[in-house]
């Protein structure tokens, strides 16, 4: 190694929370690394640390907080940012720095710049002018923490709603969609790296261009809307000549989203929606004051699953929430069975510091909260294992996150139902054919042979 290699400073990342976290982790190593910083993996081996912190909910602030005072033990050197850097304590000091006062800056979320600023007042950059070459694969689209075949793009930051249980918006900020055009020719750039599945992001990606009044932006020389139908088409037409997946999250049930169906059933996306529904009882919703808590949700998803039979819904939902009565807890259980909710999330309501319904009266004994919960999910399972048992006998196109020794004695995928790390896997079986081989980030077709939980079991097929 050069003298100039061995003094190139290293920067140790820690990154928690949710995948909106993930890509402000990206955005900043990206920049880390085009202006010639070096990663460590170790807190040992850094010059200093970056924690991205979540404060979502009060395990996530312990979490982050005992991440802090890890990092802080062990380097020394510590840069603060993400949620729970803009939170501030009963006294409204910056919890962080109250908790923690050795950090050496401390940000909100999303805040790129403020942290490189805080990184170069502390650990100036490497001047070696060949370290601005960093090759990437990803172009535009920065580096990517997921593995390479699939990846997280985010359309917009913060949210126009104010869900009593929530705090996101005071911590992020009203929604602020990003131009089109810079989202897709993210996704083109993602693609063309050698993305598989390129995974949809926001607080809210049925509000996408609400904030601007949809505005038209440019793509490939074409005018196409800030807009949430305009992006999956684009996004569709994109993802086409690489036969790559394009998988929504975070859509809520507006009447806007029926006419994303379609390009659901022709196959221009997947068949999948994350729809956070957090409760069916309307007195609860309105309560939560959740979006779209007026529609007639179980309605709108018969007529969806009309429309595309193919469908799958996942979903989370908040049992136990302040003054839940044993009837609208009932309502939500008649619902899941109803709705046929394929994969499902489930919190018992746990209160947030910061958080509108804290004040909400008729909070339930904690014991009741996770009993509901475990009831919810007997119910949940049930309606996920039978629609799972559908599948046997079928062939499914899979997409291959682990296949050791090229899958010679099988691997663990993915199907089209499946969103990485919140869903249940297709785990493949060794190919019969010896000639046969799996990859990392292909795509193979499988006959799934069993239910395993929340899993399937599959053969791969030549
Ligand atoms: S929609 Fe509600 S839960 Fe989601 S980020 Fe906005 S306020 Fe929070």
């Avoid at 401390?106 to 090759?135: I, R, S």
Wanted: hydrophobic share 40%.
């Amino acid at each position: 190694m050069s003298e100039t290699l061995q003094k190139i400073p290293k920067i140790g990342m820690v990154s928690l929370g949710c995948p909106k976290a993930l890509t402000d982790s990206e955005l900043i190593l990206t920049q880390l690394s085009a202006e010639g910083y070096q990663t460590s993996k170790t807190f040992q081996g850094a010059d200093l640390v970056i924690v991205n912190t979540c404060g979502f909910i009060d395990d996530a602030v312990k979490e982050s907080l005992d991440t802090i005072g890890e990092a802080l033990s062990e380097n020394g050197r510590v840069i603060v940012t993400g949620c729970l850097g803009a939170r501030t304590g009963n006294d409204g000091a910056n919890m962080v720095r109250q908790m923690h006062p050795k950090v050496l800056a401390v940000t909100g979320p999303h805040a790129t710049q403020e942290v490189m600023d805080a990184v170069h007042a502390n650990l100036p950059k490497p001047h070696d002018p060949f370290t601005d070459l960093v090759p990437n694969a990803f172009g535009v689209a920065g580096i990517k923490l997921t593995p390479r075949h699939y990846a997280y793009l985010k359309i917009s930051e913060g949210c126009n709603h104010r869900c009593t249980f929530c705090i996101i918006p005071s911590m992020r900020g009203d929604l602020v969609s990003r131009p089109i055009g810079d989202v897709l020719k993210e996704a083109q750039a993602l693609f063309a790296g050698g993305v598989k599945e390129l995974l949809v992001i926001s607080q809210d990606t049925s509000a996408y261009g609400v904030d601007v009044k949809y505005r038209t932006g440019f793509w490939d020389g074409k005018p196409v809307k800030t807009r949430m139908l305009d992006l999956v088409q684009a996004l569709g037409e994109i993802a086409q000549p690489y036969g790559a997946w394009v998988r929504l999250h975070y859509v809520y049930p507006y009447p806007s989203v029926d006419d994303v169906i379609p390009l659901m059933a022709q196959g221009k996306v997947l068949p999948y929606l994350d729809v956070p529904l957090q409760h069916s009882h309307p007195e609860v919703l309105r309560r939560m004051k959740r979006p779209a808590s007026g529609e007639k949700n179980l309605e709108r998803i018969a007529q969806w699953r009309k429309d595309c039979p193919e469908l799958v819904i996942r979903s989370t939902f908040i049992v136990g929430f302040p003054g839940e009565t044993e009837q609208e807890f009932a309502h939500l259980l008649d619902f899941v069975r109803e709705a046929q909710i394929d994969r499902t999330g489930c919190f018992a309501y746990s209160a947030v510091s910061g958080a509108a319904a804290n004040a909400l009266p008729g909070m339930l004994p904690l014991q009741e909260r996770e009993e509901r919960r475990a009831r919810f999910m007997a119910v949940a399972e049930e309606v996920s294992v039978a629609r799972l048992q559908r599948r046997v006998g079928c062939t499914m196109q899979v997409l291959v996150d682990a296949a050791p020794g090229l899958g010679k004695k099988g691997g663990v995928g993915r199907s089209y139902a499946d969103a990485p790390e919140i869903d249940g896997t297709v785990r493949l079986l060794p190919p019969e054919k010896i000639s046969k081989t799996l990859k990392v980030g292909e795509f193979t077709k499988a006959r799934i042979v069993q239910v395993h939980g929340h899993d399937l079991l599959a053969l791969p097929l030549p």
